[in-house]
C-alpha cells in the first residue's frame, strides 16, 4: 500500500478532489463556511497587510504526493462510477530533488519508466471504500494508452473519454503516437483518433506548438495553441461525431462560438440548468444566460455575492476553476501567489479563494420572456454587466436585469500548504458525494 499523508480526522464528508501537478487532494466541503473581510482600501493599505486579516487552513480530509510515492507529474484525471482514473504525465527522474519537481525540465524524466519517461498508464482508485482509516492506494489499471501523454487534455464526452497529448516539459522530447485518442469504458478499450494538425508528423521539436487551453461545447473539442515559430496563437476543433480536426483561424473573434466558450475561458453549465453557464472573465465570476434561439442576445450577470473582490489586488493569479456540486449548486475556486510586505502573511504565500453557492432563476429570466422582448433588448456587452433591474412591461425586461438569486453556502480565503513547494496551479476538480449507507452495505458484502 503506497504511503500517504494524513489530514483532518472525522468521518467522511462530500468531498472535492483536486489534482495539481504533483499531488492528490481531497477537501472536505462539510468545513466550509463563510468568512468576512474588511476591505481595508480607504485605509491606503493592502487587505493582506492588515493585521486583523484572517486566513484560514484548507480543510484537507486526505492529500496523497504522487511524485514522493513514485508516480508520475501532471496526471490527469476523470471519475466514473465512484472511480477515480489517473492517466498521462511524467515520471522525475530517480533521486531528484522534491524542490526541483515543480520545474520538471530541469529534473529529467527516468527514461525506464514508460516511454523515455512519459506514462501511457491508467491508475485507479477506488472511493466507495474510502473513509477516515484507510489509505489513498492508487492502482494501476489492466488497460494502457495505446501511447503515453504528458500532461494530457481529459474529457469526457458522450460517454467516451477523450485524450489528448499536452506540451512536455523537455522540449527535445518527441511525442509518441497516436497523441489522440479516446476510451470506451463499456468494452474497456483505447482507439487511436486523428492526429491534430500541430502535433504534425516528422516535427523534431514538440513544443513547436504550444497546447494553452481547451473548452468543449457539446460533441466538439476547442484547442487554443500558440506556435512558437510565428509568435501566433491557433485555434482549432474537434467533433466527436464527424472525426475530423478544423483549423479555426488565429482570432478568437472569428470562432463559431459565444466568446465565454472559447478556451481561454474556464466554465461550466450549473446542473438542472441547462441554459446557465458559469464562468471567470478574469479574476470575475459570472453568469451567461444563453438564448433558447441565435436571435436572442446572451445575458450576463456579475456573481458579487461570491466573488472575491479582495482577491483582485496584489495578487498573481493563477487559472481559476468552476466545477459541478449537485443540483443547482456550483463551486469557483481562484489560486494565487500573494505579495505582501507586513501583516498576517509571509511574505510570499500561496492562497487559494474559494466560494461555494445555490443558483435559482428569477421568473423573469425565462426564455420565453427572452423571446417576446428581444427586439426591445440591446445587445450585452460582457464589459458593462449591471446587475440593475429594470422592467418595461410585463413581458420585456431590460437585459441589464439580474436574471439569478445567488446563495452563498460558504466563501474564504486558505493557505495551500498542502501544496508545497509547487506553485498552486490546479489541473483539474471534480465533487463526489459519498453515499455512507451504499458505503456500509459494500463493505458488508465484501
Known amino acids: 500500500m503506497k504511503k500517504t499523508e494524513m489530514a483532518l480526522e472525522g468521518q467522511p464528508k462530500p468531498l472535492l478532489w483536486v489534482a495539481t501537478p504533483q499531488r492528490l487532494i481531497a477537501i472536505d466541503m462539510s468545513k466550509l463556511k463563510i468568512n468576512h473581510y474588511e476591505d481595508t482600501s480607504k485605509l491606503k493599505i493592502n487587505h493582506y497587510e492588515s493585521r486583523d486579516f484572517e486566513i484560514h487552513s484548507l480543510p484537507v480530509f486526505r492529500m496523497l504526493n504522487l511524485v514522493e510515492n513514485e508516480f508520475p507529474f501532471g496526471m490527469r484525471f476523470f471519475i466514473r462510477d465512484s472511480k477515480l482514473y489517473m492517466v498521462g504525465g511524467e515520471k522525475p527522474r530517480r533521486g531528484a ?197 441565435d436571435r436572442s442576445p446572451t445575458r450576463y450577470q456579475a456573481l458579487n455575492e461570491v466573488d472575491g473582490a479582495l482577491y483582485h489586488r496584489q495578487v498573481t493569479s493563477y487559472s481559476g476553476l468552476v466545477v459541478q456540486l449537485g443540483e443547482h449548486e456550483m463551486c469557483i475556486m481562484k489560486p494565487g501567489l500573494v505579495q505582501a510586505k507586513e501583516g498576517s502573511l509571509p511574505p510570499c504565500h500561496s492562497i487559494l479563494y474559494m466560494a461555494t453557492f445555490k443558483v435559482e432563476k428569477l421568473l423573469h429570466s425565462s426564455s420565453s420572456a427572452q423571446d417576446r422582448g428581444r427586439k426591445l433588448l440591446r445587445t450585452a456587452d460582457a464589459s458593462d454587466v449591471s446587475q440593475t433591474s429594470s422592467h418595461h412591461d410585463n413581458d420585456v425586461q431590460d437585459i441589464r436585469a439580474p436574471f439569478l438569486s445567488i446563495t452563498c453556502l460558504s466563501k474564504g480565503f486558505y493557505y495551500l500548504d498542502e501544496w508545497g513547494p509547487e506553485a498552486s496551479y490546479i489541473c483539474s476538480a471534480f465533487f463526489h458525494q459519498f453515499d455512507l449507507d451504499l458505503r456500509k452495505m459494500i463493505g458488508s458484502a465484501r
Not at 520545474?103 to 506514462?119: A, C, I, M, P, T
Open 97 to 293: 530533488s522534491p524542490k526541483l519537481y515543480p520545474h520538471l525540465k530541469n529534473v529529467g524524466h527516468d527514461e525506464l519508466f514508460g516511454d523515455r519517461g512519459l506514462s501511457p498508464y491508467v491508475y485507479v482508485l477506488d472511493l466507495t471504500g474510502l473513509d477516515s482509516s484507510t489509505d489513498l492506494e492508487l492502482l494501476k489499471h489492466h488497460t494502457s494508452m495505446l501511447a503515453a501523454k504528458p500532461t494530457p487534455i481529459v474529457e469526457e464526452i458522450e460517454g467516451k473519454i477523450y485524450v489528448l497529448s499536452g506540451t512536455p516539459s523537455q522540449s527535445y522530447c518527441l511525442l509518441p503516437k497516436p497523441t489522440f485518442e479516446v476510451y470506451d469504458p463499456l468494452i474497456e478499450q483505447w482507439k487511436p483518433l486523428p492526429e491534430p494538425p500541430f502535433y504534425r508528423e516528422g516535427c523534431s521539436n514538440c513544443q513547436e506548438f504550444k497546447v494553452i487551453d481547451h473548452s468543449v461545447l457539446g460533441t466538439t473539442i476547442y484547442v487554443l495553441t500558440f506556435n512558437l515559430m510565428d509568435n501566433f496563437y491557433h485555434y482549432y476543433s474537434y467533433n466527436v461525431n464527424e472525426g475530423n480536426w478544423k483549423f479555426l483561424g488565429e482570432s478568437e473573434d472569428k470562432l463559431p462560438v459565444p466568446y465565454h466558450f472559447t478556451p481561454t475561458f474556464t466554465g461550466k453549465f450549473v446542473p438542472g440548468y441547462n441554459d446557465i453557464y458559469i464562468f471567470f472573465l478574469g479574476d470575475i465570476p459570472y453568469a451567461a444566460l444563453i438564448p433558447s434561439n
